[in-house]
C-alpha cells in the first residue's frame, strides 16, 4: 500500500484559501482568462496550478489565526482585492478599445446592431467586439499574461498575507488611469471619425448642389465602405498603439506593486 499523505494543518489550510484568492482575484478580472467563453475547467486548473507554484517557490508567512469564519472571509476578500487591482489596468485598457469601437460603430452606422462579445458573453456592438479581439491578439503575442504571473508571485514577496489595506495613493492612481480610457478611446477611434466627418461634409455639399439627390440613402453604404477601408490602412498605427500602451502597462503594474507595498 501507498503511504498516506500527511494531512495538512489548519494554518496551511488557511495559507493555501489565501494565496488561491489572491491568484483566484487576478485571473477573474484578467482580460481573456476573465471572460465567459473560456472553460471554468481551464481557469480552475491555471490558478490553482500557479498557487501550488507559488508554495514552491515562495517562503510564505501565514497571518495570525484568525478568530472567526468572519475574520477569515475578510481576509481572503482582502487577497481578492489586491488580485482585481493588479488586473485593473489591463481591464482599463480594454475598456478603451471597446470604447473606440463603439465611436466607430456609431459613425459607420451600426448603432442598433450588435452581437454576442465572446470575451465576456455581454451583447454589444459589432465593431467594439472587432476591436476587442485584435486587443486580445496582441495581449497574447506580446506576453502581457506572463507578465501578471510574474507580478501575481512578486505581490507575495513584498505584500505579506493578510496586511494589506487599500490607501489613498492607490485609488488616485487607478483614478487616473480610469481618465485614459477616453483619451485612448478617442485616439484609436480618431482617423475613422476624421474620415467620416469629411465624407458627411462632402455629402452636404452635395445635396446642396444635387437636391434631386438621395443622400440619405447614399450615405449608409458610403460611411460602412469607407470606415472599413480606413481602419484597414490604419491598422498597423492601431497596433503600434496597443504596443505602446501594453508597453505603458507594464509600468503601471509595476507602479501599483510599489504603491500597493506601501499600503501593506
Not at 29 to 51: D, S, W
Not at 131 to 150: E, G, K, V, Y
Not at 183 to 203: E, F, K, N, Q
Not at 214 to 235: A, D, H, Q, Y
Request: charged share 10%; proline share 5%.
Amino acid at each position: 500500500m501507498f503511504p498516506l499523505l500527511p494531512f495538512p494543518s489548519p494554518r496551511e489550510v488557511i495559507l493555501f484559501m489565501l494565496v488561491i484568492s489572491r491568484v483566484g482575484g487576478m485571473f477573474s478580472a484578467l482580460p481573456v482568462f476573465g471572460g465567459k467563453r473560456l472553460p471554468v475547467r481551464i481557469k480552475v486548473v491555471t490558478v490553482v496550478a500557479i498557487t501550488l507554484s507559488c508554495f514552491s517557490i515562495l517562503s510564505l508567512t501565514p497571518p495570525d489565526m484568525p478568530k472567526d469564519i468572519l475574520t477569515l472571509g475578510l481576509l481572503a476578500l482582502r487577497e481578492v482585492m489586491i488580485g482585481v487591482t493588479l488586473s485593473f489596468v489591463t481591464q482599463i485598457l480594454f475598456s478603451a478599445v471597446e470604447y473606440s469601437g463603439q465611436i466607430i460603430g456609431m459613425q459607420m452606422g451600426f448603432t442598433i446592431s450588435s452581437i454576442i462579445d465572446p470575451t465576456n458573453g455581454n451583447q454589444t456592438q459589432i465593431m467594439s467586439v472587432m476591436q476587442s479581439l485584435l486587443a486580445t491578439l496582441m495581449f497574447l503575442s506580446m506576453d502581457i499574461h506572463h507578465m501578471f504571473i510574474r507580478s501575481i508571485v512578486e505581490s507575495f514577496r513584498i505584500i505579506p498575507l493578510g496586511v494589506w489595506h487599500m490607501n489613498g495613493e492607490i485609488i488616485t492612481f487607478l483614478t487616473r488611469a480610469t481618465a485614459d480610457i477616453f483619451v485612448l478611446g478617442v485616439r484609436l477611434a480618431a482617423p475613422v471619425m476624421v474620415a467620416l466627418l469629411l465624407t458627411s461634409v462632402t455629402l452636404g455639399i452635395m445635396a446642396r448642389a444635387f437636391p434631386q439627390m438621395n443622400v440619405f440613402m447614399i450615405s449608409f453604404p458610403l460611411n460602412i465602405g469607407i470606415g472599413f477601408i480606413v481602419l484597414g490602412l490604419t491598422l498597423a498605427m492601431f497596433f503600434h498603439v496597443l504596443e505602446v500602451s501594453f508597453g505603458t502597462v507594464k509600468v503601471q503594474v509595476e507602479a501599483l506593486l510599489r504603491l500597493m507595498a506601501k499600503g501593506g
